[in-house]
């Protein structure tokens, strides 16, 4: 596989809330390998943060910090500016257990850039061509599941309905998935950090993802149920 760790890497990401029970979820695919590694940051009962564009790894956990101490989503981003002198470069999303919604697309974000927000819904891109009509296929893609489909399932489909829309002009080499739920034992974490064949032979995280998804979804109550009653198995 070969991979020009220098370019201006395309990325995608939705941040979602449940209202009913709280749940907070963030999907994420990009250009870029290891993206999990990198963007997503999520604290059950506090917030979903993306931290993307040219990443600055503290803040991610700064902003949780921050959500920790009280601030809003709104005092959080300004704070960000004052502690990050390169923000301009960066794309910040922050979806809060309360339902606020704070967004920043620096001006120096690479390609088109922008973001959408909506209710319990936040959705950020960079990089991308076409990129407002990727970011309303994304939104589009989340909102219009089947009633009861899982969010996690809905964030998903909201990534592919994107990236068949960006078709070639988005080679997805990494994805992250996380949803978490208060009080919940069954929680979902997974990413893909490489496609299992290289993109130029039709590789895609996005698609390793789903699969992996569909497979671990009817494992999700059996792993967290013999956590806690061993015995039981």
């Known amino acids: 596989m070969n991979i020009d760790l220098t370019h201006r890497g395309t990325m995608l990401s939705v941040l979602a809330r449940d209202p009913g029970d709280g749940t907070l979820g ?89 973001h959408r927000i909506g209710e319990n819904l936040l959705c950020l891109g960079n990089g991308l061509a076409p990129g407002e009509a990727a970011l309303d296929a994304l939104a589009e893609g989340f909102a219009n599941g089947p009633p009861g489909t899982p969010m996690a399932d809905r964030m998903l489909t909201g990534l592919e309905s994107a990236a068949r829309l960006l078709d070639g002009s988005f080679p997805i080499n990494s994805t992250s998935l996380l949803v978490r739920s208060p009080g919940a034992e069954s929680q979902i974490d997974l990413r893909v950090d490489l496609p299992s064949r290289p ?3 039709g590789g895609d995280a996005l698609a390793d993802l789903r699969r992996l998804y569909d ?11 013999r956590s806690v009653a061993p015995r039981a198995f």
Do not use: M
């Open 215 to 225: 497979e671990y979804l009817p494992l999700v109550d059996i792993y967290a149920a």
């Open 26 to 114: 963030i999907a994420l695919a990009s250009s870029s390998i290891a993206i999990g590694s990198r963007c997503p940051h999520l604290e059950t009962g506090r917030a979903a943060i993306a931290s993307q564009g040219f990443t600055n790894l503290k803040v991610g956990p700064l902003a949780l910090d921050l959500v920790r101490c009280g601030l809003t989503a709104a005092e959080v981003l300004e704070a960000l500016r004052q502690h990050d002198r390169w923000l301009d470069y960066r794309q910040i999303g922050i979806l809060t257990a309360d339902g606020q919604i704070g967004a920043h697309t620096g001006s120096q974000a690479t390609g088109w850039a922008g």
């Open 199 to 201: 993109v130029e032979d």
